[in-house]
Structures are given as structure tokens and as C-alpha cells.
């Protein structure tokens, strides 16, 4: 994880420092507090000047401060993690090695095949010295956070960052699309004194047949927002990106379509956990399973060993009782996707080492709680009720004297999923971390920095969901010590989340919506266009987010064979929206929980973040998830 920066100027009145302050500098060292550096680089001869500013979290190999500069002059920033598709050996660090290939590419079309090679998550800013050119982008999912901003039409600058402190007065920042690579040729556009973009876009297939419609179709999404100054065009050779995940199966079978849900007859509503052992039954089905679990067994190693660990742990070897420390944390809610995660991170993470599960509650009034409870409350929610004492959740709000609970429901199945793991192993310290907010705090935080990492996004539902995970992530809270509750905070850099689960395997409301409306067609159709705009509803945000406690994300569900794997499956293998909520959702990420040895976990409905954490509930009732937020319309960093 790292803050990138780079700020082009094309005109002598316009200065670099105008772009880079002190608030923007804040927040990108709080993304890369290991290392702080800028590099300027400037062509008096073509009248322009670039300012490079690298802020870097150590967690792979050799620490590499960045900017990175060669002999040729040629500068490089790089926020991401290479998993595979380019050798990483154990002891290099991915930017050097990247920065190394990048200046032995000749071409366009050279550079266009080294990114299309990549799997993991990135977005880079490299300079090309020779042909005084400035590349950037973000992966084809866009797991790495980068902005722009353009100046107005006099000025002639620009403005690349990984995050941006809101600002009334400022020009509005946009979140880079992730439709490709951009380019930006520094001498022509000196020469004009204007700007002009060059898009490499990502495709399933580079061929001139289909190549036509699909410019046209990204050149206009992507310019609508530009300023009409801003000229965007296609690279004259109509080059591109290989997509690193084959398309997505659509195939519909007649008996799928016909009649789903038909291979356990007459399910009822009340399902159980031996619901599944039924769809496990068939031989088929167990296959398809166990190929995910293997699968996204390995995205999960991948994630969870390659990180710097002390010298003992290098070796694999048991650390002493008394230094004993979590390198990789989980979100945790005990939901199915966090469950899974936390269970195939426990196959690889050493055993000497705990695995911290991050746990937040937003406290609320308990009468209020009362108040609006359901009569109705499911089974699965009320029986994990006794695993976690009322009494234990509670504190006094010393302004107003009312009693606060934080027995919220992700933290009732979260504690009844830390039990499910402890039972899988005993032998692992599982660190179940109570992260416990209160409407204080959450206000306090949010305009101090909070609004600032959501930015530029703006609805109530990002304003929910990022806050939620902004106090997930810090991983301050209460671990149980012996029976006591005592203060901890969460040292592991590598925070494993469950996103894009639900976005590939109809996990949503709006999915079962869809398939009353329209079918299996109409639910294949909706699930493609979940992981088409992932990017910019989902992932940029949760980047900035996690990134500003010096952590970095880390995705199992979006690894690149992950997806291909998932979309080479018919939908009919990875959903049943015909079968009750709690089993027809997620089906085949279902089975793969009991094959794990999960139990009560494999049949929870699926509970967004917002409404788990009750954050939702703890200030405005009225409001839209698609409503603009007033509350992030707040202040700068200015005084922190």
C-alpha cells in the first residue's frame, strides 16, 4: 500500500505546490508512513514541469522508497501487489521489479503487455522520459484508489493522487476510471498548452472486429464527466489491455430455466445446515466445490504470505508465547463471506501467529433497540443471542445517561463465528477484536477525516459503509484476555475483506428482485454489470479507506482466478434465488462452508454492513441510500 502523487504543469504561472499542500500531504502519509519523498521533474526547453510524490507502507521485500528514478531519468509510482504473472522473487520488492521491466518495454504495445500479464491489485504513475510521456491507470477491477483533477483551461495542469481532502473552493476530483491506461504525451501537449489523454482500454479480445464499437462506447463514458477543454482520444493503433478474467458464462440450461431450485424437492423456509449436505450429495456438485475451495484456498495464501514478517516467521517456525503478533486481520461480521475467508486464511496464516477478526458495533440507546425490534426475529438470530450476554455489550453515555448496547447483530454472529473457528482449530489464537463506536466518535472521526477518504463519493450509503470500515479497519477495540475484556489494537498491515462475493454470486436483494422480474437472463445480465462498475462504487473508497491506517486491503473474492473460475460457471451452479434467503444466495460459497467444516454460518441470510453494524440506525432513519450526504460536506484537514 502506498499514497501516490503527480502533479503536471504546463504553464510558468501555475505552480506545482498549488496542488500538493500540507492536507493533501497528510493524508498520503497516513497511507505510507515508512517512507516520505517527492522527486520534481522539469523541462525548462518544453515549457512544462511534473512533481512526483511517493509515500510508501513497507510489506514486501527490500523497503523501497519511492519515487523510483534511473539513470535515464525515467520516474516511477507504484501503489499495488504483484501475485502473479510477473516473478517475484522472495526477497524483492514488486516496484523495483515493475520499474525494472517498464524501462526494457520499447513500445506501446510492450507496456500494454507487461500490465495485461499482472495479477493483483495496482495503479502506477510512471514517467517515460524519452518520449516525455506520463502513463497511468488502475487495474481491471480498480482495487487501488487514483484521482484526477483537471484545472481550469488557462491554467494548464493536472492532478493525479491517490486520495484528496474535500474542499468547497476546489475544482471537483473524479476517481480515474478503470477502463484502461491512459497516456499523456508532455511535449504535444506543451506545445498547445492544452491537455489531451491517449486510452488503452482493457478488453476480453483485442480484435479489429469488435475493437470499433468498444472504443466508442469507453471514449464516451469516460469523457461525459471531462471538462470541455480536456480532450480524450483512442490510441491511433486501436492497441489494448487483455482482460485478466475470461467473460462471464450466460449459458442457461432448459431445466435450470424451467424449473429451479429442483434438485432438493420442496425446500422449506425454515431451512438447516443439513440443507446443504443434500446439493453435496451429488457428485457433480461436490466437484464444482471443492475446484472453488481450491481456488480461492490459494487466493487467500497468496494474500496472507506474501508480506514482510519477522525473521522466525520467515522460516515458518512457532514465534515464542511472548511475540506472538498478528500479521493479517480479517473484517469480520460471521457472515458466510467473512467465515470462509477467515477459516482458508487459517490453512496458511503460520500457527504460531493469531489471526485478528475485525468486529465494529455502533452503539445505540438500549430502549431505542427494544423499541424497534422485531417481533418476527429469525431463529439464527435469536439463538447466537446466547453467546453474548446483553450485560457484556452495554455502557453508560455520561452526557445523556442512557444505557448504550453494542449486542448489534454482526457482533452476535460474529462472536457465534468466532466459536465455529475455534472449533475448526483450537490451536489458532483467534483475536475476535469488539471495536465499539460511539455517535460521538463516529461524528468526530468522520470530520476529521472520514469525509475526506469517501470523497469524492457522496451518498449516505458510502458514508455508512465507509465508516464502517474505517473503524473496522483501525482495529482499536477489547479482545477477551482470560475471561476479561482488555483494551488492543490491531498491528496486522493486511486487512483480508470479503467484497465482490455478493457482487458474483447474487448475494444482493436487488438480485432476487431481478430474478422475479426477468429470469435467469436478466439475473446473468445484472451480475455483469456488478463487477463492470465495482470499481467505482465499491473499491476506490474501501482503498482510501483502509489505506489511511497505514493497512492495506486485500481482496481473495476479486483474485483474478477467482473471478475467471466463478464466470466460467453457469449461474445455475452458483445461485438458486428460487430457494429460500440464507441458501439460494451464494449456493456454491455455501457448500464450500460446510465442506470447510463451518456450520451455523453456512445458512446466514445475507446482512449489509450498514444494518449489521446498526449504523445505520444511529442518526438519520429518513434518508436514502442514493441521497447525497450532507454530513460529508464537513471541513478540511487544516488543523490536524
Not at 453435496?280 to 472453488?292: G, M, N, P, S, W
Not at 489511511?548 to 486491503?553: I, L, Q, V
Request: hydrophobic share 40%; charged share 25%.
Amino acid at each position: 500500500m502506498c499514497g501516490i502523487c503527480c502533479v503536471v504543469t504546463l504553464c510558468s504561472q501555475h505552480t506545482i505546490h498549488d496542488f500538493l499542500n500540507k492536507d493533501l500531504l497528510y493524508l498520503l502519509r497516513r497511507r505510507g508512513p515508512d517512507s516520505s519523498q517527492q522527486l520534481i521533474k522539469t523541462a525548462s526547453d518544453l515549457s512544462y514541469e511534473c512533481l512526483f510524490s511517493g509515500h510508501v507502507l513497507h510489506l514486501r521485500g527490500l523497503a523501497t522508497p519511492q519515487p523510483l528514478e534511473d539513470a535515464n531519468s525515467n520516474i516511477f509510482l507504484w501503489n499495488g501487489e504483484i501475485f502473479s504473472g510477473v516473478p517475484v522473487g522472495d526477497l524483492e520488492n514488486d516496484t523495483e521489479v515493475m520499474f525494472r521491466h517498464l524501462t526494457l518495454c520499447s513500445s506501446e504495445a510492450d507496456i500494454l503487455s507487461l500490465f495485461s500479464s499482472l495479477r493483483g491489485p495496482w495503479s502506477f504513475i510512471y514517467y517515460q522520459a524519452s518520449r516525455h510521456s506520463v502513463w497511468f491507470g488502475r487495474d481491471y477491477f480498480g482495487r487501488r484508489s487514483l484521482l484526477w483533477q483537471f484545472s481550469n483551461e488557462v491554467d494548464s495542469a493536472f492532478c493525479l493522487t491517490s486520495v484528496r481532502f474535500y474542499s468547497k473552493s476546489s475544482n471537483q476530483w473524479q476517481e480515474v476510471p478503470a477502463c484502461g491506461i491512459f497516456k499523456i504525451d508532455l511535449k504535444a501537449c506543451a506545445a498547445t498548452k492544452s491537455l489531451s489523454l491517449t486510452l488503452f482500454p482493457w478488453k476480453y479480445s483485442c480484435t479489429e472486429k469488435a475493437a470499433e464499437d468498444i472504443f466508442i462506447n469507453v471514449l464516451d463514458q469516460v469523457s461525459k464527466d471531462f471538462p470541455k477543454h480536456i480532450t480524450l482520444v483512442m490510441n491511433e493503433s486501436n492497441l489494448c489491455l487483455k482482460a485478466p478474467v475470461i467473460p462471464l458464462n450466460k449459458t442457461i440450461s432448459e431445466a435450470s430455466d424451467e424449473c429451479p431450485g429442483t434438485n432438493i424437492s420442496k425446500i422449506s423456509h425454515m431451512v438447516s445446515v443439513e440443507t446443504l449436505q443434500g446439493f453435496l450429495a451429488e457428485e457433480h456438485k461436490k466437484k464444482i466445490v471443492h475446484r472453488l475451495i481450491d481456488i480461492l484456498g490459494e487466493a487467500v495464501k497468496k494474500r496472507v504470505l506474501c508480506l514482510f514478517r519477522d525473521e522466525d516467521q520467515k522460516t515458518r517456525e512457532v514465534p515464542s508465547m511472548t511475540n506472538r503478533k498478528a500479521y493479517v486481520a480479517v473484517l469480520f461480521s460471521g457472515g458466510i463471506d467473512s467465515m470462509v475467508i477467515a477459516a482458508l486464511a487459517d490453512r496458511h496464516v503460520p500457527l504460531g501467529e493469531p489471526i485478528d477478526l475485525l468486529n465494529v458495533a455502533f452503539m445505540i440507546e438500549e430502549q431505542a433497540k427494544q423499541k424497534g425490534a422485531s417481533k418476527k426475529q429469525a431463529n439464527w438470530e435469536v439463538q447466537p443471542d446466547l453467546l453474548c450476554p446483553r450485560e457484556s455489550c452495554k455502557d453508560l453515555d455520561t452526557k445523556t445517561g442512557a444505557h448504550l448496547s453494542c449486542a448489534v447483530p454482526d457482533r452476535i454472529t460474529g462472536r457465534a463465528g468466532l466459536k465455529e473457528l475455534e472449533a475448526i482449530n483450537p490451536s489458532r489464537t483467534w483475536n475476535f477484536v469488539e471495536i465499539n463506536v460511539t455517535l460521538e466518535e463516529l461524528k468526530k472521526m468522520r470530520q476529521q477525516c472520514i469525509n475526506h477518504l469517501i470523497y469524492p463519493l457522496d451518498t449516505v450509503l458510502d458514508d455508512s459503509i465507509g465508516c464502517a470500515i474505517w473503524f473496522a479497519s483501525r482495529g482499536e477495540g477489547f479482545i477477551n484476555n482470560q475471561g476479561e475484556l482488555t483494551p488492543y489494537k490491531s498491528p496486522a498491515k493486511v486487512v483480508l475483506t470479503g467484497i465482490g462475493a455478493d457482487e458474483q454470486l447474487a448475494g444482493y436483494s436487488r438480485h432476487r428482485v431481478c430474478f422475479r422480474k426477468y429470469g435467469l437472463e436478466g439475473l446473468n445480465k445484472e451480475i455483469e454489470v456488478e463487477l463492470d462498475r465495482i470499481s467505482s462504487r465499491n473499491l476506490g473508497r474501501d482503498d482510501r479507506i483502509i489505506g489511511d491506517h497505514g493497512k492495506e486491503a486485500r481482496f481473495p473474492f476479486l483474485d483474478e482466478d477467482v473471478v475467471s473460475f466463478l464466470n466460467s460457471l453457469p449461474i445455475s451452479e452458483k445461485a438458486d434465488l428460487s430457494l429460500p434467503r440464507g441458501i439460494g444466495e451464494k449456493l456454491i460459497l455455501r457448500l464450500a462452508a460446510k465442506e470447510l467444516g463451518l456450520t451455523a454460518s453456512t445458512i446466514l441470510p445475507k446482512r449489509a454492513v450498514q444494518f449489521g453494524s446498526r449504523i445505520a440506525k444511529l442518526e438519520s432513519n429518513s434518508e436514502k441510500a442514493s441521497d447525497t450526504c450532507s454530513r460529508l460536506k464537513l471541513f478540511s484537514v487544516e488543523n490536524l
